[in-house]
């Protein structure tokens, strides 16, 4: 059995430390533009929201951004969210958007890498960080074993683990975990044979509406609780600093808990520096990497500015008591139905099945990307793979989720671990492209 405190281990204060500095190093070499220059990120991206591809069948770069959103939007956004605010306090989320900060160069140089190094294929493009650690001499062990620790985090975190959650919030409302399973794994099945396209045309659709409806409830719930809001974001701050005060030890304990658990919130819930969404988004049809970046850094800005600073605004706001013996989607639903009603209690249930969805729809793209490195792409390798995948989610639905996190935390600290080296090792190639982009824009 593995150690309980594995997470501790694995994502303590030197990984988050780590992760965080290497976003300031890109954030440097490539001159924080994206923050110097929001008009043009916009510009660049929702500017071109409705262009489509020159070619028929190829994705778009919305679409390729909808397939990394939906890999990310998981039940997370609302569950781990919850708990990280119960665990580290109101300071959390102060530090949730600083990894946020960080976590976007960092999406925005994996995402330009894989683009910078993709393959034509039929039907499009592929990419994805075993293709630029090819560049680094020497990595080809290492890509395989990032390639079998992705196929890893893709069947359990990425799917078990987020069928489960679903299948949690079906039963609360009546529905078997095994039907759950058995519906999920079908829809998955059905939706995997029309390929990367038809996964991003069904990423496309959910996940903005999911995104926009979540925002817009809790806009609502903290419009109710508004009251309350600018003395939580005073307390906010003096938490995550540890300036309440109290005594420095507490204080200091008190501050070191927010960042521990904000910080490691926000990574796992952008996933930068994973080396997943490059995969996603090298498929776009966009042909400058640098733009397509920078569909990564608003990725990361939905994800983590939006949509997790909204579920912990609420939950902070509501008059709940915040228990971390409690599950994060309680903590979640507790929070909209004091605020604005028991009605929305089933629609936090609703939207974390949703979201569970979308986000296995996500991580079928990155397992099959590491099936293709580790197996071919032959018929039979995909094919297998995709009857594997809507198993799990059978799987999943009814397991016990301990031993699933568990996987989950190895593989996604391996895949860290291996990926962002060669990032950094790569960085003079991302800040050539960078410079190149830049020029032409003549910023």
Request: aromatic share 10%; with cysteine; glycine share 12%.
């Amino acid at each position: 059995m593995l150690p309980e405190n594995l997470s501790d281990l694995l994502w303590g204060p030197y990984t988050v430390a780590a992760v965080m500095l290497s976003g300031l190093y890109l954030g440097v070499q490539t001159r924080f533009f994206y923050m110097r220059h929001p008009r043009l990120v916009l510009r660049e991206t929702l500017g071109g929201l409705f262009k489509k591809p020159t070619e028929e069948g190829q994705v778009s770069p919305f679409k390729a951004m909808s397939i990394a959103l939906g890999g990310t939007m998981g039940t997370g956004n609302i569950t781990g969210v919850a708990i990280a605010i119960a665990l580290g306090g109101p300071g959390a989320l102060v530090w949730m958007w600083l990894s946020a900060l960080s976590g976007m160069v960092l999406k925005y140089a994996e995402t330009t890498l894989a683009m910078d190094t993709r393959r034509p294929v039929p039907g499009g493009y592929e990419g994805s960080p075993m293709a630029y650690m090819k560049l680094v001499p020497g990595t080809r062990v290492l890509s395989g074993l990032f390639a079998a620790a992705l196929l890893c985090s893709a069947l359990v975190g990425g799917n078990m683990v987020q069928t489960n959650a679903a299948a949690a919030m079906g039963a609360g409302m009546g529905m078997p975990a095994l039907y759950t399973g058995l519906a999920v794994g079908t829809f998955v099945l059905i939706l995997s044979f029309g390929g990367i396209k038809r996964v991003a045309d069904a990423l496309s659709l959910l996940a903005p509406f999911m995104t926009i409806t979540y925002l817009a409830a809790s806009i609502w719930a903290i419009y109710q609780g508004r009251s309350a809001l600018f003395t939580l974001l005073w307390d906010m701050i003096l938490s995550a600093f540890g300036l309440r005060p109290i005594s420095g030890g507490l204080a200091g304990y008190t501050a070191s808990r927010a960042m521990r658990f904000g910080m490691a919130r926000g990574l796992f819930s952008n996933e930068a520096g994973f080396g997943t969404a490059p995969i996603a988004h090298a498929a776009s049809s966009e042909t400058r990497p640098a733009v397509q970046g920078l569909w990564g850094v608003l990725e990361v800005a939905i994800d983590t500015l939006l949509c997790c600073t909204a579920t912990a605004l609420v939950v902070l706001l509501s008059p709940h008591p915040l228990d971390p013996s409690r599950s994060g989607a309680q903590l979640t639903a507790d929070a909209f139905g004091a605020l604005i009603g028991p009605f929305f209690e089933q629609m936090v249930a609703l939207f974390t099945i949703i979201f569970a969805v979308t986000s296995i729809l996500g991580w079928y793209v990155y397992g099959e990307a590491a099936v293709k490195r580790l197996l071919g792409s032959t018929k039979w390798a995909v094919g297998g793979y995709r009857a594997l995948y809507a198993l799990t989610c059978v799987v999943g639905a009814v397991m016990l989720p301990n031993l699933a996190w568990q996987l989950t935390d190895i593989s996604s600290f391996l895949m860290i671990a291996i990926n962002l080296p060669v990032v950094l090792l790569l960085t003079p190639r991302i800040r050539r492209v960078t410079l190149q982009y830049l020029k032409r824009v003549k910023i």
